[in-house]
């Protein structure tokens, strides 16, 4: 045994104990850094709005916010080329706007209105972009990761180099499906990465509370699937990781686990008090792990930008948000006939 | 005393087989556990061992019958002390019976088995099939075996397109649970014709995304007692998708497997799930009873964008019918099919429900009642055009399924057509269906569970007031 485990190659493990380590963070340029901030701000800015026009009335239904955990998504689209699909549940709006689809559209659909990106009839929770490959926006807890799974299996049935962004909680990392998928995909070396966002709370149930291994990145042990443990407050160790991920499944080893040690300031959805957990807790989060006050930080520290250029951007991104909820909220409704189309092709 | 040897039944559905090779021959010594010959059903080959010890003293069933139906000794083994000579008694009489019917059975089961494949010629006491308008007059007729039709659908569907896969357990190495795909992964290989782990939910959501990324996926379930695992999958991943995403993103998927009671095989394995998919909009629930059928929706299903519940029947997998040669044979899904015309009465079937109207109408015809037989062939979307048509002609109506009673698709049947054509009806709509229980495993519990023939014939008889 001990000589067929030296013979091994560094990076294909069969032990299901990590063999690979986080890289160290990613050096960003000024650039990279400035469209880190900027990118990440658009989903906090738009959040607080969504959250606003929730109390306002003009969103019903379920609206589950991305607060604190922008760096996780705009990282790994740092590390997407052109065709690589996302995927994730109902928690979406901050990966719909890192896959660009338009600020508008996104809202008017929160607000229920025709020029919502799904014309009103998917709500929050539900929306798709085939031309961004944003395959959802899924509302059932778990039921992604097959999908995700799937559109991996259509990559390598394609052969076209393409890599699968499967997006979970830790509360979905508990359902069966996940571990029906982690099979399929390692014994079919399918090109997907597992990226579990461990906001450590399954709605207001923590982490120690529902889950007997809690590090999560040793959930694929049983499947030969390595993972690794990513600070996901830093954009920049998010996009290292998503870097190693890419390039993994680009080469043909199968799918690879990123936890994402993140944290939502908001509670699980908008009719949340949060009542599990203290406000020192959140409160520290805040203001010591902050993604985007990290990033910020490190612009004035390498005086890549004034606190004046930054102010601009936040302008800027204001502007885009405001925009959208003016459309949101003037939109007309979806016309009656709505009701009856797109049931079957 | 000399021991007869019989045919064994080697699946829950093997009425008959072919005995296709003796191992040992006359005068060979057997111990327990030798293969002593080589058993061929529709499925599989399967070798048969010895029970006994002894010598084999005599092969009553020649190697290449066909058609030696289960239970027929097929030879006698001699226990010490005994010889050929000894076999007198079971041998005699077994000889004389067994090959008789190993030589002409095919037609006469066949007919006890509802065979409908009217060959027009064919002077047999059998329903005539109306003619489908969807089948250009003069095509020449092949008979083919459900289970063919199925692969034949698949396989001219995958050389058509090379998007078009199919997945499931036991699909590739083993040639199908049911050997519905015998063959394919010979032809297209195993990137393909995917073998699955056992894990329904997975490979079915593994499936649909597979679908919302462009590619055309069959799955296949063992049986769709096992897509109650993938159920979620089915219902809110692939058909409500297409809504969701107002139109954007659908799934090009067609489910597919036996459904419904087999046999013998108790309540978990044998449960109808047409009514449950015919409840779910954004689904298409395929449910065929011949084989033309089973291939030309088949095909369509896989062609269809939308997502396909396509439900086959293991009882009627091994049962032949006339299916037309033709390049591309494909059928509408969504159009029920008239099976006989008559004027008296409408009987409306889909699937092994179909055996149960084709039957009784053989018997009402003697009652001098002339039905017409309507098979749905798709339960959702609904043919109710069809029926109506039919029910304002013959003002009666009895719809027949194996499913459960309670929200029946016959239930939706007799709902909308006493909404839409309640002038026209002379007598309440009767529904016949399975016995509202779980079903049983005893043989004759199992028999009242399901529908029978003489329900059929009753309730025409009740509706024409006879």
Not at chain 2, 416 to 433: C, E, M, N, Y
């Amino acid at each position: 045994m001990a000589t067929a485990a030296k013979k091994a190659p560094a990076k294909s493990r069969s032990d299901g104990k990590s063999g690979l380590s986080a890289p160290k963070p990613a050096e960003f340029t000024r650039d990279e850094e400035l469209a880190a901030y900027r990118h990440m701000l658009l989903i906090r800015r738009f959040e607080e709005k969504a959250g606003q026009l929730y109390g306002m009335g003009f969103i019903g239904g379920f609206c589950h916010l991305y607060i604190g955990q922008e760096a996780v998504v705009t990282g790994m689209k740092m590390a997407l080329i052109e065709g690589d699909q996302m995927i994730t549940a109902y928690r979406d709006h901050g990966h719909m706007l890192a896959m660009e689809l338009s600020p508008r559209g996104v809202m008017a659909e929160l607000t229920g209105r025709r020029g919502g990106l799904s014309r009103g009839k998917g709500g929050s929770m539900h929306m798709f972009s085939k031309e961004k490959h944003f395959y959802g926006g899924h509302g059932i807890v778990g039921a992604q990761v097959s999908l995700g799974t799937g559109l991996a299996f259509a990559n390598r049935y394609r052969d076209n180099n393409n890599v699968s962004l499967t997006y979970f909680g830790d509360g979905a990392a508990n359902q069966g499906q996940v571990y029906e998928s982690f099979n399929m995909a390692s014994l079919w070396k399918l090109p997907v990465i597992y990226i579990i966002e461990n906001n450590r709370y399954a709605m207001g149930t923590s982490v120690s509370r529902s889950s007997a291994e809690t590090d999560f990145s040793h959930r694929g042990a049983s499947f030969k699937i390595p993972g690794i443990q990513v600070d996901g407050m830093d954009v920049r160790a998010v996009k290292a990781a998503g870097d190693l991920a890419a390039e993994w499944c680009r080469a043909g080893n199968g799918p690879l686990i990123l936890e994402m040690q993140t944290y939502r300031y908001r509670g699980h959805s908008m009719s949340d008090p949060a009542k599990y957990r203290s406000k020192e807790e959140v409160q520290k989060m805040r203001s010591e792990h902050d993604p985007i006050e990290q990033v910020k930080a490190r612009l004035i520290e390498k005086k890549w930008a004034t606190e004046d250029e930054l102010k601009a951007i936040d302008k800027e991104v204001r502007d885009v948000v405001a925009d959208a909820a003016e459309f949101a909220q003037n939109d007309a409704e979806p016309d009656p006939s709505e009701l009856w189309t797109d049931i079957v092709l | 005393m000399p021991i007869e040897i019989l045919m064994p039944a080697l699946s829950p559905t093997m009425e008959e087989g072919n005995l296709s090779k003796w191992l040992k021959n006359e005068g060979d010594k057997v111990v327990a556990g030798d293969v002593i010959a080589e058993i061929e059903t529709d499925k599989a080959t399967m070798e048969v061992e010895a029970v006994d010890e002894g010598t084999l003293g005599k092969i009553l069933i020649a190697a290449g019958t066909e058609g030696v139906k289960v239970n027929t000794p097929i030879a006698v083994l001699l226990q010490d002390g005994e010889s050929a000579a000894d076999v007198g008694k079971p041998s005699a009489p077994a000889k004389a019976e067994a090959p008789a019917k190993a030589e002409a059975p095919a037609a006469e089961d066949k007919a006890e088995a509802t065979k409908p494949a009217a060959a027009p010629v064919a002077a047999a006491p059998k329903t005539e099939i109306a003619a489908d308008p969807d089948i250009p007059v003069g095509t020449e007729m092949v008979s083919t075996t459900v289970r063919e039709a199925l692969r034949d659908a698949m396989a001219e569907e995958m050389r058509r397109d090379g998007d078009v896969f199919v997945m499931g357990e036991e699909v590739a190495e083993y040639q199908g649970a049911y050997k519905i795909t015998q063959g394919l992964l010979q032809e297209f290989g195993p990137r393909r014709v995917v073998d699955t782990p056992i894990t329904e939910h997975g490979f079915a959501g593994v499936g649909v995304g597979a679908a919302m990324a462009g590619l055309k996926p069959i799955v296949e379930f063992m049986t769709f007692n096992f897509a109650m695992q993938a159920i979620d999958q089915i219902i809110n991943s692939a058909a409500k998708t297409l809504y969701m995403s107002g139109g954007q993103m659908g799934a090009p998927i067609v489910f597919r497997g036996p459904n419904g009671a087999a046999a013998r095989v108790a309540a978990q394995h044998s449960q109808c799930y047409a009514a449950w998919y015919s409840h779910i909009p954004g689904l298409k629930v395929v449910m065929p009873y011949t084989a033309a059928d089973a291939k030309g929706l088949l095909k369509a299903a896989i062609r269809d964008p939308n997502p396909i519940i396509f439900l086959e029947n293991e009882i009627l997998y091994g049962q032949s019918f006339d299916v037309p040669k033709l390049d591309d044979f494909v059928l509408p899904i969504g159009k029920a099919r008239i099976h006989k015309t008559g004027k008296d009465v409408t009987i409306v079937s889909f699937g092994i429900g179909m055996t149960y109207a084709v039957k009784a109408e053989a018997e009402l015809r003697g009652l001098g009642i002339d039905a017409e037989i309507i098979d749905l062939r798709t339960i959702r979307p609904l043919d109710l055009d069809t029926i109506i048509a039919s029910v304002k002609k013959t003002n009666r109506l009895v719809v027949v399924e194996e499913g459960f009673p309670q929200s029946s698709v016959g239930d939706h049947i007799a709902n909308q057509v006493s909404q839409r054509a309640f002038d026209f009806l002379d007598a309440p709509v009767i529904t016949i269906a399975g016995k509202d229980v779980p079903m049983p495993y005893a043989a004759n519990l199992e028999k009242l569970a399901l529908p029978n023939v003489g329900e059929v014939v009753e309730a025409v008889k009740a509706v024409t007031y006879r």
